[in-house]
């Protein structure tokens, strides 16, 4: 992986934007069969909202807090990096009384996962992509660098407001009807609090409670979790008080959740940080899990908007992608022959 190579121009097979579970597992799927793929992500780390990050001696996994597997496909993904040791299970979630899917953990964090398994793939990171335009028979990239990549087919898979914002702004037109279809896609936004304590917070093992009332919709001890040495604990506010309080002072907001928490962070706070996730999760998904914009040139649009919840979401719409791109080169193959 690299960050912010300078380069004027690039020629890859294929572009795929974001560094999250859809483009990692779209890029595994295309470089295994021997496409050439280039990623670009902004972000400085690989793995979009499967983020973790380290507060003096504290870990947090600050966005995604646990992966769940009901796709074969995807279990059996899970299974390998358990073997390799980047996840490990947590707990076997359950509703209405009834066993649920095993929720794992990243190892040593959340961000672990993304990582080991975009190993061996070109990742630029820090390269924000502001436009994508159709030039003939391929596509050419403009970041805010002022660098351009060539490629044959594009993925996208940033939330799809930005994805519709790169379009835009190289002048892809879309019809109205898919358009239409693609705008009525919105988020809830998060606002998540990372607090470290001075002593062991009071939430029980296995270190992870979903909250019926009240501002807070989510909250996790990390050291319970598993991630932390230190006492550390995770709140992530509901979407109804995220978004009410999304231009609120960030202070003012933390001090807010964490007088919430006080029946399970009833010690003394070290420190607290407040991150906003402004595409926390989809309130709808598409019908499809992944979008084709173009069929020739292949540009598509993939992400959990599209392959369903979560984690395993993403990965299934990534994967949707790289089939559907391969399906193309196929159908092209065929045609020449003939």
């Not at 407001?161 to 790169?166: D, R, T």
């Not at 939430?203 to 009332?213: C, E, H, K, S, V």
């Not at 914009?293 to 984690?311: K, T, Y």
Request: hydrophobic share 45%; with cysteine; charged share 20%.
């Amino acid at each position: 992986m690299s960050r912010g190579m300078q380069a004027t121009d690039q020629n890859t097979d294929v572009l795929i934007v974001g560094a999250g579970m859809a483009g990692v597992m779209a890029a595994v799927e295309l470089q295994r069969v021997g496409f050439r793929v280039l990623v670009l992500d902004k972000g400085r780390g690989v793995g979009g909202r499967m983020s973790s990050r380290r507060v003096g001696g504290a870990t947090f996994d600050h966005g995604a807090q646990f992966i769940a597997a009901r796709d074969p496909r995807f279990a059996a993904v899970l299974e390998r990096e358990r073997r390799d040791g980047s996840v490990e299970p947590w707990f076997r979630g359950s509703k209405g009384g009834v066993d649920g899917p095993m929720h794992w953990r990243g190892r040593p964090a959340m961000s672990a996962v993304p990582g080991h398994l975009a190993l061996g793939l070109d990742i630029q990171l820090e390269t924000s992509v502001m436009a994508v335009r159709g030039e003939g028979n391929c596509w050419r990239a403009e970041t805010a660098t002022g660098r351009s990549i060539t490629a044959g087919a594009v993925v996208l898979t940033p939330p799809v407001p930005q994805s519709l914002a790169i379009l835009e702004a190289g002048g892809v037109t879309l019809s109205p009807q898919l358009y239409g279809r693609l705008a009525a896609i919105d988020y809830d936004r998060c606002l998540a609090v990372l607090v470290v304590l001075e002593e062991p917070s009071r939430i029980p093992p296995p270190g992870g409670l979903t909250l019926a009332a009240g501002p807070i919709r989510w909250i996790a001890d990390n050291q319970l979790k598993g991630i932390s040495v230190e006492p550390a604990v995770t709140l992530h506010a509901t979407p109804a008080f995220s978004l009410e309080h999304w231009d609120h002072d960030r202070d003012q907001v933390g001090r807010i959740l964490l007088d919430a928490a006080r029946p399970w962070v009833a010690g003394g706070i070290k420190t607290f940080q407040v991150h906003g996730w402004r595409y926390s999760q989809p309130r709808r998904f598409d019908e499809e899990p992944c979008v084709a914009v173009s069929d020739a040139p292949a540009l598509l649009l993939a992400g959990d908007a599209f392959g369903g919840p979560g984690v395993e979401g993403a990965a299934r719409s990534g994967w949707a992608a790289a089939e559907a791109i391969l399906g193309r080169c196929r159908a092209f193959r065929g045609s020449a022959a003939a």
